[in-house]
């Protein structure tokens, strides 16, 4: 038996590939494809204090080996999840993790305390790298003053498993990293998209109602696997390891750079159960390399003897 399990903490996750946030919308969704429970834990789509819109159409548009995307954290907020979802998402044997967004510091504030007493919740992804509103997000995220604070004051009020998602829209990602750790984040994730645009020659048009949106995929891949490595390197806390990962081989790729999780996100557009074939992907690939815990290869490119 190989064991493919890794904590936050003591916070438990049966495997390490768990599906990223706006790509699993709420999992029911995944529910005619495979038992959901399966997954490490699952992302829920990005949540607010109040409903959003989102950005205007259109807002997704394919690009050479990825996707961009402008959707502008479009949700139905707070209290209808609280009523609506929760009682649904609460029913999965597995980890539900909900992603948090917010326009102020205050809105992180009350957004973080008030799902802190939701008990099925036992971990939220900080979102400070959204590329595609104009309040918060990134803007927080790529701000070293701004992105201490709101982790600050996340970190104050929310006492379950803090996990921060950065944006690689930034000159130097570790120095983020640093930062949450410093400021007690349980985890960093990494990379939401890169800002990226596509123009529709014909029209002579961005694609893009916004211009500009997260470039997201295969595309993204190389990069994102470079900071999933310089931050393995300069922090404790474990790395969950985003980007472009469409199949085992990806996932290892991060495992060996020193992820210690992955998610799945771009890929579940195209193969719902990408996810899946990832999981046991990697049984398979461990079982046939005779390592019996993953953890003997997270950060193996590291190791003095290779
Ligand atoms: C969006 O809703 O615009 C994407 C969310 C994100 O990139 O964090």
Redesign the pocket.
């Known amino acids: 038996m190989v064991n493919i399990g890794f904590n936050i903490g003591d916070l438990h996750f049966k495997t390490p590939v768990l599906t990223a946030?706006?790509t699993f919308g709420y999992g029911s969704e995944f529910d005619d494809f495979f038992d959901v429970s399966i997954l490490g834990g699952i992302i829920l789509k990005?949540i607010t204090l109040e409903p959003r819109e989102?950005n205007p159409y259109p807002r997704m548009v394919e690009t050479p080996s990825g996707m961009l995307?402008?959707?502008?954290?479009?949700n139905k907020g707070l209290e209808y999840f609280e009523k609506d979802i929760y009682p649904q998402v609460s029913a999965y044997n597995t980890n539900v993790l909900l992603n948090i967004n917010g326009s102020t510091v205050d809105d992180y504030i009350a957004l973080a305390y008030r799902i802190n007493k939701l008990e099925k919740i036992p971990a939220v992804e900080l979102?400070i790298?959204?590329?595609?509103?104009k309040m918060g997000?990134m803007a927080f995220g790529t701000n070293t003053e701004t992105a201490r604070t709101v982790i600050k004051k996340v970190r104050a009020v929310y006492k379950k498993k803090l996990i921060v998602k950065l944006s690689p829209n930034v000159t130097d990602i570790v120095d983020f990293a640093c930062i949450a750790q410093e400021e007690g984040a349980d985890a960093v994730s990494l990379i939401?998209?890169i800002l990226g645009m596509a123009i529709d020659t014909k029209s002579m048009k961005p694609f893009l109602s916004t211009i500009t949106g997260?470039l997201s995929g295969p595309a993204v891949k190389p990069a994102a696997l470079r900071m999933v490595w310089q931050v393995a390197k300069a922090v404790s806390i474990p790395v969950i390891g985003i980007g472009g990962i469409m199949n085992t081989s990806d996932a290892l790729e991060f495992f060996l750079a020193g992820a210690s999780a992955v998610q799945i996100g771009t890929a579940s557009f195209i193969d719902p159960k990408a996810s899946v074939r990832i999981i046991e992907g990697l049984e398979q690939y461990l079982g046939e390399k005779g390592f019996s815990n993953i953890k003997e290869i997270v950060g193996y490119i590291n190791k003095p003897n290779i």
């Open positions: 946030s706006g990005g989102g995307n402008s959707v502008g954290l479009q979102n790298s959204c590329p595609n509103v997000g939401n998209t997260g």
